[in-house]
């Protein structure tokens, strides 16, 4: 096809049977590569304004390899939360890698645990996205590609915390940045869940729980707490609405107005 700027020829790129398959899985996951730089390095200043010497930022980025669980801890560190409330927090914030990586599971037949073990223990929701697209339409995508996949974000996103971490070390974080950071991802994960009314109760109901059970605990367990008996609520409201065979005006206020895969 000629352009009509310049008479240039655009030919289609046609992939290279010889290429190595590190570098063929490095091509697909660099774009995700680079988008972990600016916030593992953001991570990796908050890391260490909150304590985190360079080899514990290392260590948290490896084990956790999640930028929300690791903004968590930051922030409940720096407030001396109690361990168990922290660990609390962590498995509740984490729970939906259970749901994603059963949708895996089906590409991962026959693998051994330990590969399994070290497939799950890097799997976030970056790579997870890019591997379930290339399970589903590249056929002759392998269980090996995904995991070196996922280690190469990995990589990335260390090594992003560790160059935040060496750069906090340099320079002065005050910990009111800390609490900011962990507020406006939060409210960032809450404006993306904003699809239907019901979701909106849900989360004003979250929130009221929220502060009666840190006055009632005097204590941030109180927080998993509110966090448990919001989304009870929410699952037995959403049930409820499900069931409702006559759609009127009101209920579909609180539907998803994207619909269901049922719909």
Known sequence: MKSL????????VVPNPNEPNWRKNFRTSFPLDISYIPIGIACGILLHAAGFNTF??????LLVFSGGAQFLIASMLAINSPLLTIVLMLFFLELRYALLGSSLSKYLRGQSTWFLLFFAGSMNDENYAVNYLKFSTDKDFTQRDALQIEHWSLLFWTVSNLVGSLVGTAISIDLTVVHFALTALFLFMIVMQVKS?????I?????????LFLVLTKSTL??????LTASFIGFMADNYLRRQQKKSR??????????????
């Open 56 to 61: 514990n930022t290392i260590l948290v980025s």
């Open 250 to 263: 009101l209920v579909k206020m609180f539907k998803n107005p994207a619909g269901t895969p049922k719909e």
């Open 222 to 227: 109180g927080l998993v707490f509110a966090t």
């Open 5 to 12: 700027f310049g008479g240039f020829q655009l030919t289609k």
């Open 203 to 211: 989360a004003g109901l979250a929130a009221g729980l929220a502060i």
């Open 197 to 201: 009314f019901l979701k909106i109760i």
